[in-house]
């Protein structure tokens, strides 16, 4: 082993007799430095580069796409992709842009320098003032990813084009980095400003379907238009100081020689959408989201905040972010059926909602297999019904964080790292997109019954309809041979009857072409209806099963409250000394108490329904029984209950179940303190009973934040909603509890029995009065 002179006296050697020789003189200077007594320095192994493209550039779709960000960030208007002879491994891939190129000492200290400062400094590019795509500096390292031999060819403007030879095979371990050289040359042949890379024994096959894969990526590399007010001045602010004429990328294959171009732009599909759902989280947290529906008329703008019973509550981590969605139903009713397989196939490959991160896509949010926002897992709940998988949605979300402080990427640029911003990020996008598809869902059940001419007819079951339709057809028949009988005797020529058969034919033709028309229409009505019968089906189902468990629950809960209360009663007798240990257990005895009353009074419910006979239902005994129920609870949450309003010690109801009543003000009461949690008041609800006419009455009043107008007449369809959606990570009771079907099933209990429910006038002091008519009972209902 050589000692400290030898290497000395040899790079003094080199130095005088071969001064040029910079491989040896980096050599001996290397060894030298490793004899120096007080100070240690790091060395690299050249074998590092073979791991860091392999574990910062893991995909195919990673490697390019970052190549073609280091395109956008040198201000080129078009790259190309070219591979040659690809379709097995050792092909050719050249990327060519027409950037502002690079000189030899940009070269040098930026690619070739390993996580180069350049782009922390300059944050913008110098042309079009583009924000920088590439921060890590791993574009390099991509290209090791993708083969092993790397020429790049650059041309500055006013400047001599340059070349480097890069072979990533001499990158071995046991090498020191430091110590393997790549070729650079001045190239003056080069004319035209740019950059190219020709990547040579290309490690992977690049069939045309990888391609083209990869081509969806690089189209969607750029976020398509600024959401955000803070997005959108800095993009208006940059486009009037430079006029950037935009970005394109475009593939090409090359086979035999031959050139093919490979992708092109896909066909516009967003007309076809059912709705369009936009969301913004502004600067200080305040949340909205809107949705726009043409087909369907709706037009709305509501505010959505972190606290599910409060929409005006701030989020606390998210800002400035924004979502843009397309909502698709897949159905003849919204997509001409020469269009609809192509869309549905074309919604697996690129159906859901895409991320991007200061105007660059974050993989792999968005992907076939990715569900970052649970919707997927929320669809095979099958709590919410309304179809929200997503395959149903187009769109993408955008975040602002230059900094990288609330939203990192992790280091091989897929994912963003955990935290508080993204799960409200999730939370926020889910509960918008769940809220306007249960909208969307209210508004099509409307549309298919009411507000429109002539719907009785057009909406009849579609076994009436085929009816009709058959009717219409022996109708037409009959005329037709009544024309041909007149024709025969008419005292016509031969010629002129014939030609009456022929204008008769088609006549018939296109009655029989109406009327097929109509059939397909019926028939894919029929096939809604089927659709929603089974989705009632579920419902059903869900609530059966649901209304077996509470029964079950219920009655175990309050055999083991006897045992509790029972239990406390022992322990305040032993703790009679110590006050705080007393107060604390006397919170605990009101505790067991709302819960002996609620069980008591689902348990009385489930039992009385048990039998399924129906019986005459006082009013003044069900509203007495009730309020005893909810007394401890009201107290608990600050709000009064009134005492109620009851004409007469006799309100008889039509015979119905009791437990329906236990339905129908139980829904009610939370749907009033969930109003008075949002209107921030000291809540106070009323109940009023009465006669009215051949029926008797029960209104529910509260003080809460109230109905608008414009949704009275909504309130009690299926799926709509005030109250702000269940949560990205909400329970099945969460949900259940914001669906929208409290109202539904209200309506529908009150409307078996012939009685009506509607949002009345409330009292001065009140905001909100549910008023409930039911049939009185008969002589004969007594009876029994």
């Known amino acids: 082993m050589a000692n400290e002179e030898d290497i000395r006296r040899k790079l003094e050697e080199v130095l005088v007799k071969d001064p040029y020789n910079y491989d040896k003189i980096q050599m001996l200077s290397s060894k030298l430095i490793a004899f120096d007594p007080l100070n240690i320095r790091f060395s690299v192994d050249g074998g590092v580069i073979h791991r860091l493209g392999r574990e910062l550039v893991a995909r195919q779709e990673t490697a390019v796409s970052e190549l073609v960000k280091n395109a956008y960030d040198a201000d080129a208007t078009r790259v190309e992709l070219i591979f040659e002879n690809a379709e097995t491994q050792g092909g050719a891939l050249r990327i060519i842009d027409d950037g502002h190129g690079m000189n030899r000492e940009e070269l040098i200290n930026g690619f070739m320098k390993i996580s180069s400062t350049g782009k922390i400094h300059e944050p913008f590019s110098p042309i079009f003032q583009r924000p920088r795509a590439g921060r890590k500096g791993i574009g390099r390292f991509a ?6 031999k790397l020429t790049i060819i650059s041309k500055k403007k006013g400047e001599v084009g340059v070349k480097v030879l890069i072979n990533w095979e001499k990158y071995e371990n046991d090498t020191d980095l430091f110590s393997i050289t790549n070729k650079i040359e001045e190239d003056n042949f080069v004319e035209k400003i740019g950059t190219s890379l020709v990547i040579e024994n290309l490690r992977d096959k690049w069939t045309e379907a990888t391609i083209k894969r990869n081509y969806r990526y690089i189209t969607e590399l750029i976020q398509p238009i600024p959401l955000s007010e803070v997005r959108k001045k800095e993009v208006d602010s940059r486009s009037k100081k430079v006029n950037d004429p935009g970005f394109t990328a475009v593939f090409y294959n090359i086979v035999d020689g031959k050139q093919k171009l490979i992708a092109d732009k896909n066909k516009m599909i967003l007309d076809y959408a059912v709705a369009e759902i936009e969301g913004h989280v502004d600067k200080d947290g305040n949340g909205m989201y809107s949705i726009q529906s043409e087909k369907l008329g709706i037009d709305e703008v509501h505010p959505l905040g972190k606290d599910k019973e409060d929409p005006i509550s ?130 099509r059940g409307v549309k298919q019954r009411t507000g429109q001419k002539d719907w009785e007819k057009k909406f009849d079951r579609p076994s009436k309809r085929v009816s ?30 014939l030609e009456n058969i022929m204008d008769n034919r088609e006549k018939t033709s296109e009655i029989l072409d109406e009327f097929a028309s109509e059939l397909r229409k019926v028939s894919e009505e029929q096939r809604e209806l089927d659709s929603q019968v089974l989705e009632e089906i579920g419902m059903l189902r869900v609530l059966s099963s649901l209304g077996l468990s509470i029964g079950i629950f219920t009655h ?63 009013l003044g005994v069900v509203i007495e029984e009730f309020l005893k129920v909810i007394t401890a609870d009201s107290s608990r949450r600050g709000t009064e209950i009134l005492t109620p309003e009851i004409e007469s010690e006799y309100l008889l109801t039509t015979p119905m179940h009791n437990s329906e009543w236990t339905s129908i003000l139980l829904n009610l009461y939370t749907n009033s303190q969930k109003a008075i949690y949002r209107a921030k008041v000291k809540g106070k609800i009323l109940i009023r009973a009465g006669k009215s006419g051949n029926s008797v009455f029960l209104e529910f009043l509260d003080n809460g934040d109230g109905i608008d107008e414009s949704i009275e007449n909504r309130v009690f369809d299926a799926f709509f909603t005030t ?28 409307s078996s029995y012939q009685g009506k429910i509607y949002l009345d006038r409330p009292l001065s002091g ?13 002589r004969e209902d007594l009876k029994k």
């Open 723 to 750: 109250s702000s959606p269940a949560g990205h990570f909400a329970s099945v009771e969460e949900e259940l509890t914001g669906t929208g079907l409290g109202l539904k099933i209200i309506k529908d209990i009150v």
């Open 766 to 778: 009140y905001s909100t009065c549910f008023r409930i008519e039911i049939p009185k009972a008969k």
């Open 556 to 618: 175990e809960v309050r055999h083991n409250l006897v045992d509790a209360h029972a239990a406390l009663k022992l322990l305040v007798g032993k703790i009679t000394n110590n006050k705080d240990a007393l107060d604390q257990s006397k919170d605990l005895e009101r505790a067991i108490k709302v819960l002996r009353d609620f069980a008591a009074y689902f348990d009385r419910s489930v039992s009385e329904n048990v039998t399924r006979e129906l019986s005459v239902q006082n």
């Open 314 to 443: 701030r989020f606390w981590y998210l800002k400035n972010a924004s979502f843009k969605a397309h909502y698709f139903l897949y159905s003849v009713e919204f997509i001409p059926r020469n269009q609809l397989r192509n869309i549905q196939r074309l919604s697996q490959e690129r159906g859901g909602i895409r991320l991007y991160r200061n105007g660059f896509r974050v993989l792999p949010y968005g992907e076939p297999y990715d569900d970052w926002l649970r919707l997927d897992e929320s669809e095979r709940r099958r709590i919410v019904l309304a179809r929200h998988p997503n395959q149903n949605f187009f769109g993408f979300a955008e975040i602002t964080d230059y900094e990288g402080i609330e939203l990192e990427e992790t280091s091989s640029r897929e994912y963003l790292l955990s935290s508080h911003t993204l799960s409200e990020l999730q939370d926020f996008i889910y509960r918008a997109l769940i809220a306007s598809v249960i909208r969307v869902a209210a508004e």
């Open 468 to 497: 009709s339709i058959a009717e219409e057809l022996s109708k037409e028949a009959r005329i037709i041979k009544e024309q041909n009988q007149i024709d025969r005797f008419s005292g016509r020529t031969q010629k002129e009857v």
């Open 143 to 148: 290209t090791q990813r993708l083969g092993t």
